[in-house]
């Protein structure tokens, strides 16, 4: 038996019950493909360490840039990234600009991932 696969039945059948069922439950494929798109966002440490920044409240991209001890243009990358995905928001303050967590989702996605890691 090989380690690196999953167990699998000894004798294949489909249970077809089971399967129509689950099939008429599953989302549509364009929600599939936009969800994993949304999770590939949360597969890159810095943007991660910027929602976590973030869940303590608004700060700015040069908050940011020193708080990760990398550039501001680093930042400003990823905020747009971010941004662009709705998963961060912004507001105006004379010349400098606050970024936020977008909504309580984002603070869900983030506890819950945390959450699951160090069960």
Do not use: W
């Amino acid at each position: 038996m090989n380690r690196d696969l999953a167990p699998c039945c000894q004798e294949p059948e489909v249970h077809l019950e089971a399967v129509e069922r689950v099939r008429s439950m599953l989302p549509p494929d364009e929600h599939l493909y936009d969800l994993a798109e949304l999770f590939k966002l949360f597969g890159d440490s810095t943007r991660l360490k910027i929602l976590y920044a973030l869940l303590e409240g608004e700060l700015c991209v040069c908050d940011l840039a020193g708080l990760m001890a990398v550039t501001q243009s680093a930042v400003s990358h990823q905020l747009r990234v971010l941004k662009n995905s709705k998963l961060v928001k912004f507001r105006r303050e004379g010349k400098t600009i606050y970024y936020s967590l977008a909504d309580d989702h984002v603070v869900s996605i983030l506890s819950q991932g945390m959450e699951h890691i160090e069960e």
